[in-house]
Structures are given as C-alpha cells and as structure tokens.
C-alpha cells in the first residue's frame, strides 16, 4: 500500500475542498479507507472513514459537511468537504487498513499513512 494525498490548499472561511488519495501500491484487498487531521500543535484526530461496501463514518463536527467516497477501482478514497471553518484548518492524512478496523477512531487500527496535504481555511 503506498497513498498519496492531494488536494490540500488555501481557501476562505465557508469555501470547498476535495482531497483525493490513492493507493500506488494497487493493493486489491484495501479494507477501510479514511482521512485523519492533525491541527498544529494539537493531536492527530480522526475525521471519516468509509469500508469496502461504501458505508460512511463521520466525526460529529463534520458531519453535513464533509462526505467522504471511494473508487474501488482506483483505489481512491475522496473526502470533499464544504462550509469549511477556520477550525477545519489542519493536515489531513489518508489512511488504510487492509484487514479492517474495530475501532475507527483509532489511529493505531491503521496500518498504512499517506504523507499528508494541508488545509488552511482562512477567516
């Protein structure tokens, strides 16, 4: 598995973003996919993953938000994210499990990093 993320920039309170990562790797059995974000000086949190079957799982503060996808065929997982705030500001890592997670919210469930986009939105 090897990710890529892109997709980060500069943007203006209550603007959109979609980041993109892909696995290189194109590993088959890639499990759960998803996007965590670290804040400087803060710790790293999880914001949405989303397993093989397509189904979704949201951090309640980005909820209505953000909506997280894939493309299996790609090895892809989107995370496009709208109504952005100044608190969204962060670097978001993509992750990946090829095995599956329990615990979602769990940084260490996953086994695989991408190298992390910025988002900077700005008030």
């Known amino acids: 598995v090897q990710l890529q993320a892109s997709g980060g920039g500069l943007v203006q309170d209550g603007g959109s973003l979609r980041l993109s990562c892909e696995d290189y790797?194109?590993?088959?059995?890639?499990?759960?996919m998803g996007w965590f974000r670290q804040p400087a000086g803060k710790e790293r949190e999880f914001v949405a993953a989303?397993?093989?079957?397509?189904?979704?799982l949201y951090v309640q503060a980005v909820k209505g938000r953000f909506t997280i996808s894939r493309d299996n065929a790609k090895n892809t997982v989107y995370l496009q994210m709208n109504s952005l705030k100044p608190k969204d500001t962060a670097v978001y890592y993509c992750?990946?499990?090829?095995?599956?997670?329990?615990?979602?919210?769990?940084?260490?469930?996953?086994?695989?990093w991408g190298q992390g986009t910025k988002v900077t939105v700005s008030s």
């Open positions: 992750v990946a499990d090829l095995l599956g997670v329990e615990w979602y919210t769990d940084p260490n469930e996953y086994d695989y």
């Open positions: 790797g194109r590993t088959v059995s890639v499990n759960t």
């Open positions: 989303i397993d093989r079957s397509g189904d979704p």
